[in-house]
C-alpha cells in the first residue's frame, strides 16, 4: 500500500497542475468547436474517396464531415502536446529534486502518465459528442478510442519533449509544426497523399484511419488503434529513458527556471548536490 502512495501522489499533482491551466480548458471549451463548426462549414459537401485500408476498404463521405473528423483530431493533439510539454517543463526543477530527494523516478513518470490518460479520455469523450452534434457517427465509442489514442500519441511526445528540450519555445514550436504537418498530410480533404502507404510510420496515420472509420463505416479499426497506442509507448519509454539520464548524477536547470541567465544553466556542483532542498 506504501509503494503505491508516491504513484497516486504524483498522478494527483499532475492533474492538478492540468486543471489549473485556464489556457487549455478555454481552447477545449470555445476553439475546439469554434475550429470544427468553421473548418466544416467552409468545406464542400460532395463525395470525398476515403482509402481505409483493411479495416473497411474504399468508402465515400461527405468533405465537409471528413474535414471536420481531421480538424477535430488536429485540435485535440495540438492541445494534449500542448499541455503534456508545458506541465513536464514546468515541473521539471522540481521533479529533479524530487529525485534527488529519493523520490522513485518511474512512479514519477508514471504520475504524469496517468494523467494524460485521464486528460486523453476526456477530450476523446468530448470530442465525440461534439462530432455527433454535427453528423450521424456509425460507431460513437470507437471514434472515441481513435480520439484518445490520437491524444494519447500526442501526449506522450509532449512528455518527452519535455524532458529533452531545456527551451519553452522551441518545444512550443515543435509540438505546434509537427502536429499541423503530420494531420496535414493524413487530412484526405487537403491531402493526395492520406492514408497511402508513405505515410505509414508518422505518429497520425493509425488514429487518423481509425476515426475515419469509425465515423463513416461500421469497421473496427484494431490495426489503427494499436498504432496510435505504439507511439504512445514508444514516446513513454524514450522520456523516462531521458528523464532517467538527466536525474542520473544531480539536475540540470533551464535557463528560464534560473531567471533566464544561460551562464547559471547546468548540471550543480559537488557541494550544491549536497546542499539541504529548499
Not at 159 to 166: F, K, M, N, Q
Request: proline share 6%; charged share 10%; net charge positive.
Amino acid at each position: 500500500m506504501r509503494r503505491r502512495r508516491p504513484l497516486w501522489t504524483a498522478a494527483g499533482f499532475a492533474l492538478l497542475g492540468h486543471v489549473r491551466n485556464r489556457l487549455a480548458l478555454g481552447l477545449a471549451v470555445f476553439f475546439l468547436p469554434l475550429f470544427v463548426f468553421v473548418t466544416g462549414t467552409a468545406a464542400p459537401s460532395t463525395g470525398l474517396p476515403l482509402a481505409l485500408g483493411d479495416a473497411a476498404g474504399p468508402a465515400v463521405a461527405a468533405a465537409d464531415r471528413v474535414m471536420r473528423v481531421s480538424c477535430a483530431l488536429n485540435a485535440v493533439i495540438l492541445l494534449t502536446g500542448l499541455m503534456m510539454f508545458m506541465a513536464t517543463t514546468r515541473a521539471g526543477e522540481l521533479d529533479h529534486r524530487l529525485v534527488l530527494a529519493g523520490y522513485p523516478r518511474l512512479r514519477l513518470l508514471l504520475g504524469k502518465t496517468l494523467a494524460l490518460c485521464a486528460v486523453a479520455c476526456l477530450l476523446a469523450l468530448y470530442t465525440t459528442a461534439l462530432l455527433s452534434a454535427f453528423f450521424p457517427v456509425r460507431r460513437p465509442w470507437s471514434l472515441a478510442c481513435a480520439v484518445g489514442t490520437a491524444a494519447l500519441a500526442y501526449g506522450g511526445i509532449g512528455i518527452l519533449l519535455g524532458a529533452l528540450l531545456r527551451s519553452e519555445l522551441a518545444g512550443v514550436f515543435v509540438v505546434v509544426m509537427a502536429s499541423m504537418i503530420d494531420m496535414g498530410l493524413h487530412n484526405p480533404a487537403a491531402s493526395q497523399l492520406a492514408g497511402g502507404p508513405s505515410l505509414r510510420l508518422l505518429p497520425m496515420h493509425g488514429p487518423t484511419q481509425a476515426a475515419l472509420v469509425s465515423a463513416f463505416t461500421t469497421g473496427f479499426p484494431a490495426s489503427g488503434l494499436l498504432a496510435g497506442l505504439t507511439w504512445w509507448a514508444v514516446a513513454t519509454a524514450a522520456a523516462f529513458t531521458v528523464f532517467h539520464i538527466r536525474t542520473r548524477h544531480g539536475y540540470v536547470a533551464t535557463p528560464a527556471l534560473r531567471g533566464g541567465n544561460p551562464a547559471r544553466a547546468g548540471r550543480q556542483s559537488p557541494h550544491e548536490e549536497g546542499a539541504p532542498l529548499r
